[in-house]
């Protein structure tokens, strides 16, 4: 890593800094392969800090915001290493830039709870770099030594007590060259990491002006909206091309991949337009499919399927050898739809000279491929701006929107245009959590322990739609998570393998991805073998967990709990599970109201995410993410029929709403000896096994398929 | 033409009979802080307020709106002082923030018919949709809302 003061170079001023600001930027060792990506200087080198004259610090936070408070993370590292007063803190999400890169990923996009872990280092360096720098240049404008003067909240201190503020020295740190070495600060001296700081988003978030993709506006802008085969990959068929084109405010009807996108003044326009036009379409991979036949489908590949091992420890005959009893286990969980709170939207304009994009996206380099792709521009002509994502859940890590905006840009001349989808639009082309069967074998030895055990998830393949070359021999390793080596318990002569389920329905990343269904299958066949070999579940977990900081959330959350002494009427569950660097523990209680009802009173969730940043935020997204897991638990299911997906709108796809909600308590551990862990996803793998462990101890009814309204209980 | 009071200025526009409140204000009068999620009426994040009542826009009518008073989230305060946007803040309840204007708009249509809600009058007048599950946070902020207006009142 490279930092660099670009103060005074010349690119640097084209991207509208004021003079005199002060501005340091961030660099790769340039290596033959980025060196080739970026012909343009700017391409390599970005933006990450600048103070103006005022003294007004902006920061260019290189990760999407979509609620997982990425951009306040950062934006308080930033300001705490370089000793900035918080008030005087501007953060924007980065625009497209090679220096951006998540180092986790080698590219520039949001994903796998990577943001804090990824950046924790690079920005405190810089951070620090910031506050030598001003410590120089406070020395330098007071006349005195610098080893004699500390920043402190925006100001640069002398032993004296006389003090600059950041503000009065900019011009001075412009002209500095970057130190060679800087020391980061002591934990002890960090005065916003660590705590529960305001959100930097939080006041554009109350007042509407938080702009969103949806919301982009430009001079001429026109609105698009679009229909795709309901079978996926079908082509259109007919069209009422010329009724669509006399509704008010339609301009262009114009073809896409697999559909149609009727383009408009606004989006209601179109919306008419599209009614009018009132596409049919054919084909489609999908087409003809229904629930009993991809089920059918799904089966014949566990049964007969091509299995590939994904963790293979000891023989599982031997292990058999010692054992008293075998559990025979299936469990089950269906498609899910991301049904992110903002529609999918992008905006484009792509000329013959330039694509400027402005979009809610989770992948600004893959954006870039694909609009390059599209209109033969070099990546260095493409422009792309990330807005304020109403929601990602994986769902705009995808580019199918990207695409869509760049070629209707570019069939209607060259002029601007938003794509904006229906809700049904968006529910209907989803790339879906991915069905998942698991089958256990599970032999336990005269005291209950584990001697064998046997596992196959059958589940499509995420990999090697999105990035094939990491899938090696036909093991998908993200189907497999939490379930193979990784399993967060002692399983001695373990067998876990894998068959990769071809199907035509469209899979894709969805918040906690292969742990979201590994979790509620290892959770539960877990919490059968504690039952079977008559042991209290938490007992059993901790004797034959394997995880030693999950183990210490588990032994919290039993305490925090009341484990084991809950009140009439209210039954217990159970359930932990790491995921993206972190250790989660969740009890659920529950109680039975009425026939079939469940309600959720409360949840109890322990959380080691090592070192943090904001207290606050991860105790947020825990909730956030007990909440996403309920929702899918209780009502999630995505029907099909003739290859399309029955679902449309929240009316037939459930979300979770106010008076279901139960108390969620979080206990944020204190675990400063380890690094930052991911916090965005690792709430949700917990919540279904805990969930469906309490309805165990409460109905005695093992429930192995989800969801929860599928097998008649109503959560109220 | 439709002339319509929008946190109180007049604002007249041209649009078809059939188009709802909320594409009024999103495309017409670019009112970008009410969000459109579902247009069933299902999620809530279009909710504004028309002659005091919470309605949502994507699925009222722009013309049903003439004559009435539509208060929207841009126009709660001109710099975030409402005392429902204070206890947002305070209770840090936007996490993506989208259906956020909806959330804040609902309860400020509750709050002005109920001052003191309950925890159950809470759960059967909130019925907007949250993705991120920011719920309980909703409910503390409501709560503490009517905790701010009532000192104010007394």
Redesign the interface.
């Known amino acids: 890593m490279k930092i660099e003061n670009i103060s005074r170079r010349d690119f640097f001023r084209k991207t509208g800094v004021t003079a005199g600001a002060f501005a340091l930027a961030f660099s790769f060792p340039a290596t033959p392969k980025r060196a080739l990506a970026a012909q343009g200087e700017s391409d390599f080198i970005a933006t990450w800090l600048q103070i103006d004259e005022e003294g007004l610090v902006h920061l260019w936070i290189p990760a999407s915001?979509?609620?997982?408070?990425s951009l306040p993370s950062l934006a308080q590292i930033l300001a705490d290493e370089m000793e900035a007063d918080y008030e005087r803190i501007r953060a924007l999400t980065a625009p497209k830039g090679d220096a951006y890169k998540n180092p986790m990923f080698g590219m520039q996009a949001t994903g796998g709870s990577t943001s804090v872990r990824a950046w924790w280092n690079p920005l405190r360096e810089i951070g620090a770099n910031v506050r030598m720098m001003m410590i120089e240049a406070g020395a330098q404008k007071m006349g005195v030594r610098p080893s004699d003067c500390r920043a402190y909240n925006h100001r640069v201190v002398h032993s004296s007590g006389k003090s600059v503020d950041y503000a009065e020295i900019v011009s001075i740190a412009a002209g500095l060259s970057v130190p060679e070495k800087v020391a980061l600060k002591e934990r002890h001296e960090h005065r916003y990491i660590g705590k529960?700081m305001?959100?930097v988003?939080?006041?554009?978030?109350?007042?509407?002006?938080?702009?969103?993709g949806?919301?982009v506006?430009l001079p001429e802008l026109l609105?698009a909206t679009v229909m795709t085969s309901p079978a996926f990959g079908g082509e259109l068929e007919s069209m009422d091309q010329e009724a669509a084109m006399k509704v008010?405010?339609v301009k262009h009807v114009v073809e896409i991949p697999n559909g149609v996108a009727v383009v408009a003044?606004?989006?209601?326009?179109a919306q008419?337009g599209l009614r009018a036009l009132n596409p049919s379409f054919q084909g489609g991979a999908s087409k003809g499919m229904d629930d009993a036949q991809i089920e059918v489908a799904l089966r014949k590949d566990a049964d007969n399927g091509k299995a590939v091992p994904a963790h293979v420890s000891g023989d599982l005959a031997t292990g058999r050898q010692k054992a008293v009893q075998s559990l025979e286990m299936e469990y089950q969980v269906p498609y899910l739809a991301h049904?992110?709170?903002?529609?999918m939207n992008a905006t484009a304009w792509v000329t013959k000279e330039f694509a400027k994009i402005w979009a809610p996206t989770q992948a600004q380099t893959p954006s870039v491929m694909i609009a390059s792709g599209i209109s033969g521009l070099p990546p260095e002509k493409v422009e792309l701006n990330t807005t304020?994502?109403?929601?990602?859940?994986g769902r705009r890590f995808e580019g199918d929107f990207i695409q869509q905006a760049v070629l209707i840009s570019m069939k209607i001349g060259g002029k601007p245009v938003k794509v904006?989808w229906?809700?049904e639009e968006d529910m209907r082309h989803d790339f879906y959590r991915p069905q998942a069967l698991s089958r256990f074998r599970v032999d336990l030895d005269q005291s209950g322990m584990p001697v064998a055990w046997e596992n196959r998830i059958t589940t499509p393949s995420i990999f090697s739609r999105v990035f094939p070359g990491m899938v090696k021999g036909g093991l998908d390793r993200a189907a497999v998570e939490g379930a193979a080596k990784d399993a967060d318990y002692e399983l001695p002569n373990q067998h876990t393998e894998y068959v990769l389920h071809e199907s035509p329905i469209p899979v894709g990343f969805w918040r906690s991805v292969g742990h979201s269904f590994n979790a509620f299958f290892m959770e539960s066949a877990i919490d059968e073998a504690a039952h079977a070999s008559g042991s209290d579940p938490y007992d059993y977990r901790m004797r034959v967990m394997k995880t030693p900081r999950l183990r210490k959330a588990l032994e919290m959350v039993a305490e925090k709990a009341n484990w084991g002494s809950a009140p009439t009427g209210i039954f217990q569950g159970i359930a932990a599970h790491s995921s993206f660097g972190s250790f989660v523990a969740q009890v659920v209680e529950v109680s039975l109201p009425g026939e079939n009802q469940i309600k959720v009173e409360r949840v109890v969730c322990v959380a080691d995410c090592g070192t943090y940043v904001n207290p606050?935020i991860i105790q947020?997204?825990m909730?956030?993410?007990?909440?996403?897991g309920l929702t899918a638990a209780a009502f999630g299911d995505i029907n099909f029929e003739d290859g399309a997906v029955k679902q449309g709108?929240?009316?037939s796809y459930r979300?979770?709403?106010?008076?279901e909600?139960p108390?969620?308590e979080v206990y944020v551990m204190d675990n400063y000896e380890e690094g930052p862990g991911g916090f965005g996803e690792p709430g949700v793998p917990p919540i279904a096994p805990a969930l469906t462990n309490a309805l165990f101890a409460a109905t005695g009814n093992r429930v192995r398929s989800l969801p929860l309204s599928k097998q008649g209980f109503e959560l109220v | 033409m439709l002339e319509l009071k929008i946190n109180g200025d007049l604002r007249r526009i041209d649009?078809?009979e059939?188009?709802?409140l909320l594409?009024a204000l999103?495309?017409?009068l670019?009112?970008?802080?009410?969000?459109?999620?579902?247009?069933?009426a299902?999620?809530g994040?279009c909710t504004v307020l028309v002659d005091g009542e919470a309605v949502r826009s994507c699925s009222y009518p722009a013309t049903a709106a003439a004559g009435k008073e539509i208060l929207?989230?841009?126009g709660?305060?001109e710099d975030?002082s409402h005392p429902v946007?204070q206890a947002?803040?305070a209770e840090?309840?936007?996490?993506?923030?989208?259906?956020?204007?909806g959330q804040?708009m609902a309860a400020v249509s509750l709050l002005k018919k109920n001052p003191n809600p309950t925890d159950q009058q809470?759960?059967?007048q909130?019925?907007?949709?949250?993705?991120?599950?920011?719920?309980?946070?909703?409910?503390r902020a409501i709560h503490r809302s009517a905790r701010q207006l009532q000192e104010q009142g007394a």
């Open positions: 915001e979509m609620g997982q408070g529960a305001p959100r988003d939080l006041p554009a978030k109350v007042n509407g002006s938080a702009q969103f949806i919301d506006d609105v008010r405010g003044t606004g989006y209601w326009q008419k049904s992110t709170m903002e529609p304020f994502l109403g929601t990602g859940l904006v229906s809700r606050q947020m997204q909730e956030g993410g007990i909440l996403f709108n929240f009316d979300m979770v709403k106010q008076k909600v108390t969620i | 649009v078809d059939d188009t709802p594409w999103r495309d017409e670019k009112l970008t802080g009410t969000k459109f999620g579902c247009g069933i299902a999620c994040a929207t989230i841009e709660l305060s975030n946007q947002w803040i840090s309840v936007p996490q993506c923030g989208y259906c956020q204007s804040i809470i759960d059967e909130m019925t907007n949709i949250c993705r991120c599950g920011t719920y309980n946070a909703v409910r």
